[in-house]
């Protein structure tokens, strides 16, 4: 089992940027592929972006392309976001999750297994 843990959220200006970072302790975080989503109270989870276990493979949803920018580093146990040119709409509480099928890069959530608690981002207009 892996536990996430998220951070590097916050307030920021619209058009400004923020890296978010995903840690994982209880095993390697090279044995999964990684996922990120976001969510807004009454809405349901929102894919985001996902990245194979190498690295070598990403999949992003159409709001993030030519945005964000998802990769991860294993040597250090850490997935990261970083998110430019940020919009209002980019308000969330932003969640990492692991896929044990490593190779895979998905948009469904529930072919993830484990989750991290989620770090909210908050742009202003």
């Known amino acids: 089992q892996v536990q996430l843990v998220e951070s590097g959220g916050g307030l920021v200006q619209a058009g400004g940027s923020l890296r978010l970072s995903c840690a994982a302790s209880?095993?390697?975080?090279?044995?999964?592929?990684m996922g990120w989503f976001r969510q807004v109270p009454g809405k349901e989870r929102e894919f985001v972006a996902a990245?194979?276990?190498?690295?070598?493979?990403?999949y992003y949803a159409d709001s993030a392309k030519g945005r964000f920018t998802v990769s991860r580093d294993n040597a250090k146990n850490t997935v990261y976001l970083q998110m430019n040119s940020l919009k209002p709409e980019d308000t969330a509480v932003y969640y990492c999750a692991a896929d044990r099928s490593h190779y895979r890069v998905t948009y469904y959530s529930g072919l993830y297994d484990y989750w991290g608690q989620g770090t909210q981002v908050t742009v202003s207009s």
């Open positions: 209880g095993r390697t975080l090279s044995s999964y592929a």
């Open positions: 990245i194979n276990w190498s690295g070598g493979n990403t």
